[in-house]
């Protein structure tokens, strides 16, 4: 009898499969024995418990949930792009079970009323868990500071404009100083309008050719300065968000050594795409950061493998068809990342020989997860049974009809990637399933 998509038991096994924990992938089968939400056991071989239902994972890789610190899910205000409920589908699909909203909604997050309305709608969703960040300015309109120890009260895990940078220095630092007095992070949109001024993609060989107006390196290289000093000075933390120069990843790379409490990500296409994919004026390819130089992905996917920036994040970012068939220059900024964030991490960087796919499982894991103090993105004895099974072989296609997310406005339209999740689950319960790749449960 296939018990396992019907209905979970509350207590099972899963077997037959490659766990990946810690940053190692194991060379031999193992198991993991769920009971009553949490991680009972795991190791290798296949245990016997008799009258126990298993689960077949046929050789699956075997992870904890992913974590994705940086999402838009556009509720409250956009819910024609993206619903809490959407997006959390979404997120399982592609293998998460933790994610951290961003506050620019409509109105933004910017009060503890707010931080628990997107608590209770990822609850009552039920897909995957929803960490919100709170704004550092009323409005997010960079004058003054929200009241952080409510909303931190409320549950949020930090605090970003997210979208708009901050730039009054002294707001800044003020707002560094009294999150860290709460233990939570301040996460930096690193740009300054002024250099980038109305610059849609990155100023280089390609705005020129195509009449476009650039956005110069030096807007996220100085900002990101500037935010590292004023974290040196504070003792706050700052969490540098979506890093896509190679000066910025120099940057960071010299802070740490120089003992700065700082931490930072990268999405999978500053990482994989470059900004000559903008050659043909589509809206797909146009996001802020913009894509920048071949150099510049070579540095983030260095700087990844080398521990210089913590973690990959999609800052999936979902928009309307209608509005992604504008102009190039008029179209928003953002693209959708968190079904493709797998397959685009294997081709990328696993196939291409930067880093093994052990690595690549623990910057979408255990690292996002401790960048922000999340107590998620662990598998072991003890923990939540949050966990993704996924074929990191399998070739399929990025089709707009396959999407779970209410938008469609993926970078990686028609490309071929290798990576795919066939289940994933939360405190036990499963949120996705591929039927392609279904595991077989038995009695």
């Given at each position: 009898?296939?018990?396992?998509w019907?209905?979970?038991p509350a207590?099972?096994?899963?077997?037959?499969?490659?766990?990946c924990?810690?940053?190692?992938?194991g060379?031999?089968?193992?198991?993991?024995?769920v009971?009553?939400?949490?991680?009972?056991?795991?190791?290798?071989?296949?245990?016997?418990m008799?009258?126990?239902?298993?689960?077949?994972?046929?050789?699956l890789?075997?992870?904890?949930?992913?974590v994705?610190?940086?999402?838009?899910?556009r509720e409250?205000?956009?819910?024609?792009?993206e619903?809490?409920?959407?997006?959390?589908?979404a997120?399982?699909?592609?293998?998460?079970?933790?994610?951290?909203?961003?506050?620019?909604?409509?109105p933004?997050i910017?009060?503890?009323g707010?931080?628990?309305y997107?608590?209770?709608?990822?609850?009552?969703?039920?897909?995957?868990?929803i960490?919100?960040?709170?704004?550092?300015?009323?409005g997010?309109?960079?004058?003054a500071?929200c009241?952080?120890?409510d909303?931190?009260?409320?549950g949020?895990v930090?605090?970003?404009?997210d979208?708009?940078p901050?730039?009054?220095?002294?707001?800044?630092?003020?707002?560094?100083?009294?999150?860290?007095?709460?233990g939570?992070?301040?996460?930096?949109h690193?740009?300054?309008?002024t250099i980038?001024?109305?610059?849609?993609?990155?100023?280089?060989?390609?705005?020129?050719?195509?009449?476009?107006?650039g956005m110069?390196?030096?807007?996220?290289d100085?900002?990101?300065?500037?935010?590292?000093?004023?974290?040196?000075?504070?003792?706050?933390?700052?969490?540098v968000?979506?890093?896509?120069?190679?000066?910025?990843?120099?940057?960071?790379?010299r802070?740490?050594?120089?003992?700065?409490?700082?931490?930072?990500?990268?999405?999978?296409?500053?990482f994989?795409?470059d900004?000559?994919?903008?050659?043909?004026?589509?809206?797909?390819?146009?996001m802020?950061?913009?894509?920048?130089?071949?150099?510049?992905?070579?540095?983030?996917?260095e700087?990844?493998?080398?521990g210089?920036?913590?973690?990959?994040?999609?800052?999936?970012?979902?928009h309307?068809?209608?509005?992604?068939?504008?102009?190039?220059?008029?179209?928003?900024f953002?693209v959708?990342?968190?079904?493709?964030?797998?397959?685009?991490?294997?081709?990328?960087?696993?196939?291409s020989?930067?880093?093994?796919?052990?690595?690549?499982?623990e910057?979408m894991?255990?690292k996002?997860a401790?960048?922000?103090n999340?107590?998620?993105?662990?598998?072991?004895?003890?923990?939540?049974a949050?966990?993704?099974?996924?074929?990191?072989?399998k070739?399929?296609?990025?089709?707009?009809?396959?999407?779970?997310?209410?938008?469609?406005?993926s970078?990686?339209?028609?490309?071929?990637?290798s990576?795919?999740v066939?289940?994933?689950?939360?405190r036990?319960?499963l949120?996705?399933?591929d039927?392609?790749?279904a595991?077989?449960?038995e009695?």
């Amino acid at each position: 009898m296939d018990w396992s998509w019907k209905r979970i038991p509350a207590e099972f096994l899963v077997t037959n499969v490659r766990l990946c924990t810690q940053g190692k992938l194991g060379k031999r089968k193992g198991f993991l024995h769920v009971r009553k939400g949490r991680i009972e056991g795991l190791g290798v071989g296949s245990p016997t418990m008799e009258g126990l239902p298993v689960l077949d994972g046929a050789g699956l890789v075997c992870a904890p949930g992913f974590v994705d610190l940086h999402v838009h899910f556009r509720e409250p205000g956009q819910e024609e792009k993206e619903t809490v409920a959407t997006g959390s589908l979404a997120a399982a699909a592609g293998g998460f079970t933790s994610v951290v909203t961003m506050p620019n909604t409509s109105p933004a997050i910017d009060n503890s009323g707010m931080v628990r309305y997107l608590i209770d709608r990822g609850r009552d969703a039920g897909l995957c868990r929803i960490f919100p960040t709170g704004a550092i300015s009323p409005g997010r309109q960079g004058e003054a500071m929200c009241e952080f120890g409510d909303m931190v009260a409320a549950g949020a895990v930090g605090f970003t404009d997210d979208g708009s940078p901050v730039p009054n220095g002294n707001l800044m630092a003020n707002a560094l100083k009294y999150a860290g007095m709460l233990g939570v992070p301040i996460i930096s949109h690193a740009e300054d309008l002024t250099i980038v001024g109305n610059g849609v993609m990155h100023a280089g060989y390609w705005s020129a050719r195509l009449g476009l107006a650039g956005m110069a390196r030096a807007s996220e290289d100085s900002s990101t300065f500037r935010d590292i000093e004023l974290a040196r000075a504070s003792g706050g933390h700052l969490h540098v968000a979506h890093v896509s120069t190679r000066g910025a990843v120099e940057i960071i790379r010299r802070a740490k050594s120089e003992g700065v409490h700082v931490t930072a990500e990268a999405t999978p296409h500053h990482f994989s795409l470059d900004h000559s994919r903008c050659r043909e004026y589509s809206p797909l390819f146009k996001m802020n950061p913009p894509l920048r130089e071949s150099e510049d992905v070579n540095a983030v996917a260095e700087g990844l493998a080398d521990g210089t920036l913590d973690c990959i994040a999609t800052d999936h970012a979902p928009h309307t068809a209608t509005e992604k068939e504008y102009q190039f220059d008029q179209a928003p900024f953002g693209v959708t990342g968190l079904e493709t964030a797998l397959g685009v991490g294997i081709t990328y960087l696993v196939n291409s020989g930067v880093m093994d796919l052990g690595r690549l499982v623990e910057l979408m894991t255990e690292k996002p997860a401790r960048a922000l103090n999340l107590p998620v993105g662990r598998l072991e004895e003890g923990a939540e049974a949050d966990f993704v099974l996924f074929d990191p072989e399998k070739e399929w296609v990025v089709r707009a009809e396959g999407f779970k997310s209410r938008s469609r406005n993926s970078s990686y339209l028609g490309e071929k990637l290798s990576g795919k999740v066939a289940a994933t689950f939360m405190r036990g319960r499963l949120t996705w399933l591929d039927p392609e790749l279904a595991p077989r449960g038995e009695d």
